[in-house]
């Protein structure tokens, strides 16, 4: 094999209480990620937000990767998915590349010892080796990631609806809205609703999930960051959403819900920012399976 080429999907972190700790795969959108080995190791980028990723190895996701499994190859990025939106655009090739060099030098790593070696690649983005991204981009379904270990669980079916506002929330800002202290309930609060979200991934039960997404944490504090957070959350729940949460850092917030009910829903929550004066981009997409051969 000379050339490699994976698609790897967009994340969504966090998922309310579960903050740093959980993660599920979405099937779109995906950055699409070639491999092919090269004399020295470089990177090329095309499509969306392709003029503010950098091509240096060093500042680049993909680009720590390859270095940290210690292969020169020519990486090319074909993005699809919007840098700063929440939805782990730099996780993408990170998780992408570590699987594609697997694959195309045979190194015999399982998708599970796969993920700290990905997560390295996010200290270029966020200044630290976190997996909440990397873990179910190549690990599909919801992901919960402690230390350096990431477990899997399947999700029942379930539509996702993805909506991107015209807002800008930067990782930074983002962490700045979060207390570094929180009161003892809180914390409990959140560790059950983190708790239950994944009794109710293990008992296929979409309802429980969807109560489970809301929480004291996350949504509380980053919230006010969205101009009109508030209204498309309740326009999503009426029109039957399991649930709503801010995806990652945000903006982008993901409603689950039945599939038959997603373009009802896809429509509400882009009526509700457009009575804002916000523009938004859509998906109407369902879990992913994770990073693929294509």
């Known amino acids: 094999m000379d050339r490699i080429r994976v698609k790897a999907s967009a994340t969504s972190a ?12 979405l ?4 950055d699409v990620i070639e491999v092919e080995p090269a004399d020295r190791l470089a990177i090329k980028v095309i499509g969306v937000g392709s003029e503010s990723i950098p091509l240096d190895p060093e500042r680049n ?13 020519l990486i090319t990025i074909y993005s699809g998915i919007r840098p700063a939106s929440g939805l782990g655009s730099s996780a993408a090739p990170a998780a992408g590349v570590a699987f594609a060099i697997n694959e195309l030098f045979s190194l015999g ?9 990905a997560a390295r690649g ?10 909440d991204n990397v873990g179910p981009c190549l690990m599909g379904g919801l992901t919960i990631v402690c230390g350096g270990q990431a477990e899997s ?3 029942p079916e379930v539509g996702v609806v993805a ?32 708790c239950m979200l994944v009794a109710g991934a293990a008992k296929k039960d979409p309802y429980l999930i969807g109560r489970s997404l809301a929480d004291s944490f996350n949504e509380k504090y980053r919230s006010p960051l969205i101009k ?16 709503v949460a801010i995806s990652g850092s945000g903006p982008t917030m993901i409603a689950l819900c039945p599939r038959d009910r997603a373009k009802a829903i896809e429509k509400a929550m882009r009526g509700e920012f457009l009575s804002y004066g916000i523009s938004c981009e859509s998906f109407v997409t369902r879990v992913g399976k994770g990073v693929e051969v294509i």
């Open 14 to 25: 966090n998922l309310g209480a579960g903050f740093d700790v959980l993660g599920l795969a």
């Open 27 to 30: 099937d779109e959108p995906y």
């Open 61 to 73: 996701t993909a680009g720590l990767v390859a270095k940290e499994m210690g292969r020169d190859v």
């Open 109 to 117: 790593y399982t998708r599970e010892e796969l993920v700290p070696i």
């Open 122 to 131: 996010e200290v270029a983005a966020a200044g630290v080796a976190h997996a």
């Open 153 to 155: 669980l399947e999700m």
């Open 163 to 194: 909506i991107m506002p015209d807002v800008k929330v930067s990782t930074r800002m983002a962490r700045e809205a979060l207390p570094a202290c929180i009161p003892l309930k809180e914390m409990v609060q959140n560790v059950s609703k983190a």
């Open 228 to 243: 009109g957070y508030e209204g498309v959350k309740a326009g999503a729940m009426r029109e039957g959403a399991y649930g």
